[in-house]
């Protein structure tokens, strides 16, 4: 049997500003000296290419795309593409191993060309979840390998005085629940708050309320969003592995999200949670993804979670987050068990 050689894997997917753009760059880091291949984004047309990387020609012929993959054991693939269900196919008749990050919201199981890969990592157990009801048994859970050295820590003390709320790129579904924040805010009693609206566009709304600053653009370095702020509310209608969640907590910040997975399984205090809806809402995805939902968070709810948080200490809260992410994000541990996962794809017969 063949040993494992990160030097002869790739990564295989966007380089864009976006959360699969981040996740390049954290398996990049991580599973040094893992090649990366990036295909172009479909969000960011001014990116370039750095050291390291290798432009991918998505729509290439098969000619480029063996001249791509020679030499190499595997490949891990970030996102659903229409290329990616011709891309796994034809990695399997060059003999390579083809894993793939499953964000459950996106992942089109009736694509023909995920049958043939190996492996499925989950970065969360209800992304796992989801694959066994579709029928998936090849699959792991693994903890993210975020890089907890480029997070500043924080220790917030006292009741949160200053809310922050990333919203990143705001679209139309408003996956983030913006909207929802917002009229929670505006609903919130207190005087003596501010809330901080970070936006890499542009709102569809103006806000009336004094206790509001809107900083609209995009951070060079993504640590900084969580440079100032005593809280962090991020009560997402859905999140395949929440960037904007686990960076906040792992700052320091105290975090108020969704009470419903994946975002409840890094949240378990409930004066933190917010409620939802009752029922789930069919996602706006394009193209249509069975499993895909949203959960919508209550504005009372929230609004309840945010004036506890400003009455109460939030010292043991914080320093209780960081401790989480130095024990759950430690880069040796998380390579070690990203490094088995692989291995046991490259171990098995093909076809099981």
């Known amino acids: 049997m063949p040993e494992l050689d990160l ?3 790739a990564v295989v997917g966007p380089k864009d500003e976006t959360g699969v753009g981040r996740m390049g760059n954290d398996l990049k880091r991580a599973l040094s000296p893992i090649k990366r291949l990036v295909s172009p984004s479909a969000r960011f047309h001014d990116q370039k290419i750095d050291t390291g990387e290798t432009n991918f020609p998505h729509n290439g012929s098969e000619t480029q795309w063996r001249k791509a993959l020679d030499g ?3 490949i891990i693939i970030l996102e659903d593409h229409d290329w990616v269900h011709r891309l796994i196919p034809f990695a399997k008749t060059m003999g390579l191993r083809v894993v793939t990050v499953v964000l459950w919201e996106w992942f089109r199981w009736y694509g023909t060309g995920w049958k043939s890969c190996d492996l499925f990592i989950c970065p969360n157990r209800f992304c796992e979840k989801v694959l ?14 975020l890089d ?3 997070l500043a820590p924080r220790i917030i003390r006292g009741p949160a005085k ?3 709320h990333n919203v990143g790129l705001f679209e139309p579904d408003d996956r983030k629940a913006t909207r929802i924040v917002i009229d929670a805010f505006v609903q919130t009693p207190l005087k003596d708050v501010e809330f901080i609206v970070r936006v890499q566009n542009k709102l569809d ?7 509001f ?8 370095h993504h640590a900084d969003l969580y440079a100032e702020g005593d809280v962090a509310v991020q009560p997402s209608k859905c999140e395949g592995l929440g960037f904007l969640l686990l960076e906040a907590m792992a700052s320091g910040l105290p975090l108020i999200t969704t009470d419903y997975p994946p975002m409840n399984e890094y949240v378990r205090r409930k004066t933190l949670l917010v409620s939802t809806r009752w029922g789930k809402f069919p996602a706006e995805q394009t193209p249509y993804v069975p499993q895909a939902h949203f959960k919508i968070p209550k504005v009372d709810s929230l609004v309840k979670c945010i004036e506890w948080c400003a009455t109460h200490d939030m010292e043991p809260i914080s320093r209780e987050n960081r401790l989480w992410a130095e024990v759950t994000f430690n880069p040796v541990r998380v390579r070690a068990a990203w490094m088995n996962a692989l291995e046991s794809a490259l171990q098995a017969a093909p076809g099981n």
């Open 7 to 9: 030097s002869r894997w």
């Open 72 to 74: 190499l054991q595997g």
């Open 132 to 145: 066994k009801r579709l029928g998936i048994k090849k699959s792991v859970v693994l903890t993210w390998p």
């Open 148 to 150: 907890l050295d480029a």
């Open 162 to 164: 200053r809310f922050l």
């Open 205 to 211: 709304r103006k806000i009336p309320d004094s206790r």
């Open 213 to 220: 600053r809107i900083v609209n653009g995009h951070l060079e």
